[in-house]
């Protein structure tokens, strides 16, 4: 993220990493069993989300799509569909599921009118997925961490200021009502590379 919150401009603009902080995201997706997103990040960035800048297996991808809006154009299910899982709710109509299941792509319906977050990680931990990168947008990292479904925070500090009412931020959603009610971290780690600071926090799950 920018050095004042944002992951995106107001356009929708991502490209914040540096080639340097892109090697060890792809690193930490390697070591991952999946790597979660929101359709709002499908939809705007159109990501591959597999492992390219350093070696490594690719992880199951998992798009959390409440209306299974993802386009069957998408570069994740023009490749390798069987590696893609599409998280969606009752309300998603019949025939998209049906078009996702038959490109290849694995559907699973979790809650009625959005995808029950809770209930699609033990769905997940069920299919032998032990851990999870979430590549969220504001709005899912708000969903995980609300539903306390969040163990560690990785945050790349870029040295630059975006601003913006509109741009999105790290966390986004309805937030919490007061500092008490706050999601406390603890710094687990903390380095420097040129001009980035990378910091590792882990939650307290208990607050």
């Not at 993220?1 to 080639?19: C, F, H, V, Y």
């Not at 899982?85 to 290849?104: D, P």
């Not at 995808?115 to 997925?129: E, K, S």
């Not at 163990?151 to 959603?173: C, F, N, Q, W, Y």
Request: positive net charge; aromatic residues 4%.
């Amino acid at each position: 993220m920018s050095l004042d919150g944002k992951i995106a401009t107001r356009s929708g603009d991502s490209r914040i990493s540096s080639e340097t902080d892109l090697m060890a995201l792809h690193k930490l997706r390697s070591q991952s069993d999946a790597v979660m997103i929101g359709i709002g990040t499908e939809l705007i960035d159109d990501p591959l989300l597999t492992v390219r800048f350093v070696k490594g297996k690719n992880p199951i991808r998992v798009v959390v799509d409440s209306s299974a809006r993802i386009p069957l154009s998408s570069k994740i299910l023009k490749t390798d569909p069987s590696s893609v899982l599409i998280a969606s709710s009752r309300k998603a109509a019949a025939y998209r599921l049906a078009e996702l299941e038959n490109v290849g792509a694995t559907v699973i319906r979790c809650g009625r009118t959005k995808v029950d977050l809770n209930r699609l990680l033990r769905i997940l931990y069920q299919r032998g997925i032990d851990s999870i990168l979430l590549e969220g947008g504001g709005t899912l990292n708000w969903s995980m961490l609300r539903d306390r479904l969040v163990d560690k925070v990785h945050v790349t500090i870029s040295p630059m200021l975006i601003g913006g009412d509109r741009a999105t931020t790290l966390v986004e959603g309805f937030g919490v009502p007061t500092i008490k009610k706050s999601f406390r971290l603890r710094l687990s780690r903390m380095h420097r590379h040129a001009n980035e600071i990378i910091l590792e926090y882990k939650v307290n799950r208990n607050d």
